[in-house]
């Protein structure tokens, strides 16, 4: 059981912190709920009785937040080539509420959409799975979430130009995407 002032997480939602515990009384039933407070001000109720059922967890501590920022200078790893296998592997690892698991949404999406773009609805997964992971972070290391937003950003861009990139100096991007050897001018006169 949590107490007022712990900080959870809720998955699918991400973290917040239990404002109070309250005794509700929904279609003739009465149940203690946590009442939520989570990023953006948003209140969610969650029964007590079904909090664990339901994957409510305490956030992670610092030194489980630095083997997730680990995560996120690794290599991506495998996903399916068939959309909507990936699309469902990927939304049963943001269900599990495995921070570990959500780095990895993370990472591999967005290193997709930097090598070829993303399809609506894997933007929104990306979107939702940053935001779950940041707020979670945000707690665990006691920052703000546009500092949190950017140490992930700067961690997913520094391990996708190590891993995914064969560009090293701006000579490199030149001949990269303008391939020239000299020899294949032609003059218009």
Do not use: C
């Amino acid at each position: 059981m949590f107490n007022i002032g712990d900080k959870i997480v809720y998955p699918m939602h991400g973290a917040g912190t239990i404002d109070s515990i309250e005794e509700k009384d929904i279609l003739g039933e009465k149940q203690s709920y946590y009442i939520l407070r989570m990023p953006g001000e948003v209140k969610v109720m969650v029964p007590i009785a079904k909090a664990e059922q339901v994957g409510v967890r305490s956030i992670i501590d610092k030194n489980s937040a630095d083997k997730v920022f680990k995560v996120l200078e690794q290599d991506e790893t495998e996903m399916n080539k068939n959309w909507n296998k990936r699309y469902r592997d990927n939304m049963d690892k943001l269900k599990s509420g495995d921070i570990y698991e959500i780095a990895d949404v993370v990472r591999n999406l967005s290193f997709k959409q930097k090598e070829k773009g993303l399809s609506t609805g894997e933007k929104k997964m990306l979107t939702n799975a940053k935001q779950i992971l940041v707020s979670e972070l945000v707690l665990a290391e006691h920052s703000n979430k546009d500092e949190m937003e950017e140490i992930v950003e700067n961690k997913i861009n520094n391990s996708f130009i190590t891993f995914k990139s064969n560009v090293t100096s701006k000579d490199d991007i030149v001949k990269k995407f303008i391939p020239f050897d000299g020899n294949n001018v032609t003059e218009n006169t």
